[in-house]
């Protein structure tokens, strides 16, 4: 099974809203964590990222948190907007492995006007 | 998208046919990566290479191989393409603190 996975498929919410995105992973020895944003036709785009230092972390907007004690990881999207529509996927990086990620199956996220 | 670029972007082919994707970057990235996407699955990393002549395999490397002979241009060969190999490929490169995407191949086999 994967290692890391999301809690919900679709995510519908209204403009103007706040957003969370869930994420579970199972391997305590990863070091760093990125949420990818992916619209339609093109390829993931780098929201955030966040190392197991950290237990959050803020950018324009999105705000992410670590739960390392129940691995655990969420993006927050404040004010969501209808150019905010698209798929999530959180991604894992275990230390050692050639910088090789192991994505999540994402979240479909629909901003309503 | 760290000046990542794919062709064709989008193909047809028939079964038994041998393909091959380019990924061209212009960053100078040592590390390059293959990945397919596919309904309920999400990314799935093939191959990936850490250097000129360097490469290994992935998790779904069956069917695949992949060559890098310069720095910036990376291709993905499937040999002899099977209908479970229509998918959407994307390449990748690792930056200094993340892994940018190009936008993409979009591959059916009939």
């Known amino acids: 099974g994967e290692s890391v996975g999301l809690h919900l498929p679709t995510l519908s919410v209204q403009e103007g809203d706040n957003s969370i995105i869930n994420c579970a992973y199972s391997n305590s020895a990863s070091d760093y964590f990125i949420w990818y944003k992916q619209e339609s036709g093109k390829g993931p785009q780098f929201i955030i990222d966040?190392?197991?230092?950290?237990d959050k972390r803020q950018g324009q907007r999105v705000t992410v948190l670590l739960n390392k004690t129940v691995k655990h990881l969420s993006l927050q999207i404040a004010a969501t907007q209808p150019g905010d529509s698209a798929v999530y996927f959180c991604?894992?990086?275990?230390?050692?492995?050639?910088?090789?990620?192991?994505f999540g199956k994402g979240t479909l996220l629909t901003v309503n006007p | 998208d760290a000046g990542i670029t794919q062709s064709p972007r989008h193909k047809v082919t028939e079964t038994g046919t041998p393909v091959t994707l380019r990924c061209h970057q212009t960053?100078?990235?040592?590390?390059m990566y293959w990945y397919r996407q596919d309904p309920g699955h999400g990314l799935r990393l093939i191959h990936y290479s850490y250097g000129v002549k360097d490469t290994d395999k992935g998790e779904v490397s069956d069917g695949y191989s992949v060559s890098r002979s310069k720095t910036e241009d990376f291709l993905l060969t499937l040999e002899s393409a099977t209908s479970s190999q229509t998918s959407v490929y994307f390449c990748?490169?690792?930056?200094?603190?993340?892994?940018?995407f190009g936008p993409g191949t979009r591959l059916l086999v009939l």
């Open positions: 990748a490169t690792q930056g200094e603190e993340t892994q940018y």
């Open positions: 966040i190392r197991s230092n950290m």
């Open positions: 960053e100078n990235h040592r590390y």
């Open positions: 991604a894992e990086l275990r230390g050692g492995s050639n910088y090789k990620l192991t």
